[in-house]
């Protein structure tokens, strides 16, 4: 009786843990590797708007826009209705964050031929271009990768539309 016992005990134990475990995207671990989002072992393919194996909660929304200097394309990743992460390339010179559903600029600029100034309310962070880089903005961290930027050429005052700043990046919520 002792053996049957101890048995049901076992069984009842892991089915409540199985009854309880959080979701594989919940579970796996959303980074930014050299450039890419990835969910475990999965790369997110940024084309698809279906979810993708590790996370059928996932979807995509595509924005294409057009800029006098070329077309510009945004895409987010949404968890159940909640962002989790964009890839952008477009023509400006920031990035946006999203908090409690609504989106933040954050202004970046260059500070050299490789590296980029994030501007923070706390303070300037200073990144690499080609280089993960975690920060936080208002208690929630995020991963950013920016793939490339460039100023205009010439003095921002004197810029038109043809002439503009020009942002490619990739921002992960890791809340």
Not at 58 to 75: E, L, R
Not at 144 to 159: D, G, K, N, Q, T
Request: hydrophobic share 40%; net charge negative; proline share 3%.
């Amino acid at each position: 009786m002792k053996v049957s016992s101890l048995i049901a005990c076992i069984v009842c134990f892991l089915s409540l843990l199985l009854g309880c475990s959080p979701s594989s995207s919940e579970q796996a671990n959303w980074q930014i590797k050299h450039g890419s989002l990835w969910l475990g072992s999965e790369t997110v393919d940024w084309q698809s708007t279906t979810a993708f194996e590790m996370c059928n909660t996932c979807n995509i929304k595509q924005i294409a826009d057009f800029h006098p200097s070329g077309p510009s394309v945004t895409y987010q990743l949404f968890i159940t209705d909640k962002w989790k992460a964009s890839k952008v390339d477009e023509f400006r010179n920031w990035i946006l964050i999203w908090q409690n559903n609504h989106p933040v600029k954050i202004f970046v600029k260059a500070f050299s031929d490789t590296k980029l100034l994030l501007s923070l309310p706390n303070g300037e962070i200073e990144m690499d271009i080609q280089s993960k880089t975690n920060f936080s903005y208002n208690g929630k961290h995020y991963q950013l990768w920016v793939e490339s930027y460039r100023s205009p050429v010439i003095a921002a005052h004197f810029a038109n539309e043809l002439d503009s700043h020009h942002i490619d990046y990739l921002l992960l919520s890791l809340e």
